[in-house]
């Protein structure tokens, strides 16, 4: 039987290569872009429009979904107020802040309480979460505020797990490593084609396991 997928975010960088990656695998992919994108260049795929910090957008796309169901639902989003990592809470002002934990942590659970229900019980809802997420694995510093955004990204799929105790559906918060996108910069040390393949893989192989995993792009737990 023929999987599908529902990736959010997917207009650009690692969303735009996942779904090209699980289009690739012989998947049925509906992915979401804000604004008119490149993903109308991939064969095959879906194309729906939202900005999942507007809720209203959000709920909208629900309707629009209503009667689908989704071997896997991912979200991908990602913001940085800035790319220097010497960067510290000093320097970002309370909307720079907000934007990035709105961005980063709230909408993409807003996304997860919205749209899980279109996923079975065996099929997987995963976020594009990041190491820098890890509090036990920060000893360097930097990047404070995204640090911060994923940490709480984090916790909030921790809590939405905890909600739903019981449920059989896998959880993945996924770290794809640093890699050359417009958000990871041209000094990261992953291309994404060293990347997505390596999370499709991982995605793949934990369907069906059941429960929260937080997992690098090689299935290997990440220190929380």
């Keep these: 039987m023929t999987k599908s997928a529902l990736i959010?975010?997917?207009?650009?960088?690692?969303?735009?290569a996942l779904a090209a990656e699980f289009l690739g695998r012989g998947w049925r992919v509906t992915a979401t872009e804000r604004t008119p994108s490149a993903l109308h260049e991939l064969a095959g795929v879906t194309v729906e429009t939202v900005d999942i910090a507007?809720?209203?957008?959000?709920?909208?796309l629900r309707e629009r979904l209503a009667g689908l169901a989704f071997d896997l639902l991912f979200v991908n989003a990602g913001t940085n107020y800035t790319t220097d990592p010497s960067a510290t809470f000093a320097d970002v002002s309370t909307e720079d802040f907000a934007q990035v934990m709105v961005?980063?942590?709230?909408?993409?659970?807003?996304v997860v309480e919205a749209l899980g229900d279109l996923v079975p019980a065996t099929g997987t809802i995963g976020v594009m979460s990041s190491g820098q997420g890890s509090v036990a694995d920060n000893t360097n510093g930097g990047f404070e505020v995204y640090r911060a955004s994923k940490s709480a990204l984090n916790q909030l799929?921790?809590?939405?797990?905890?909600?739903?105790?019981g449920d059989p559906r896998t959880l993945l918060l996924m770290a794809p490593g640093w890699v050359k996108t417009d958000l990871g910069g041209p000094r990261a040390r992953l291309t994404i084609d060293e990347s997505i393949p390596g999370v499709a893989d991982t995605i793949e192989a934990w369907s069906g396991k059941g429960g929260l995993h937080y997992l690098d792009r090689q299935g290997q737990s990440v220190n929380w």
Excluded: E, K
């Design 8 to 16: 959010i975010g997917a207009s650009r960088g690692l969303g735009y």
């Design 54 to 60: 507007v809720p209203d957008q959000v709920a909208a």
């Design 103 to 110: 961005t980063n942590a709230l909408s993409p659970m807003r």
């Design 157 to 165: 799929m921790r809590s939405y797990a905890a909600r739903h105790a």
